[in-house]
């Protein structure tokens, strides 16, 4: 079946080709590495407080989770746990980290784009 892009006879239909978010998450091009983990740590933690499992961190102290094994409720604890610790100690260097790494890409690429202006031929807009 090949794919075929949206008409006015068929507008549902898929695109010729899809994106692979994959490939935009490691490329280069994009936010640095430490910003995109920086900003997936309290994304991850709201998403877990989201479901619920905030009340299974009481498993940690010993206090038993109603109607969840300890064999279930300890590892969810524990992962919930080191989320919240990663999401306190690992996040803000790394949103740090990645916003320095992206101000200087920008200025690397305007040093650049800079010396290419000015290796070029000069015009008659250039003539003072």
Sequence with gaps: MTAKTPTADDPFA???????LGALWRTRRHAPWPLRYGLAL???????HLVGLREWVGVVSGTPVPGVPFA??????FV???TWL??????????????VELGLRRRERAASKGEA???RA???RDEP
């Design 122 to 124: 000069p015009g008659p």
């Design 14 to 20: 898929p695109p010729a080709r899809l994106p692979r």
């Design 42 to 48: 309290p994304l991850a933690l709201g998403l877990m």
């Design 86 to 99: 990663a999401t306190l100690a690992l996040a803000p260097p790394m949103l740090l980290a990645g916003a």
């Design 117 to 119: 202006d000015s290796a």
């Design 80 to 82: 919930y746990v080191l």
């Design 72 to 77: 279930v409720a300890a590892p969810v604890g």
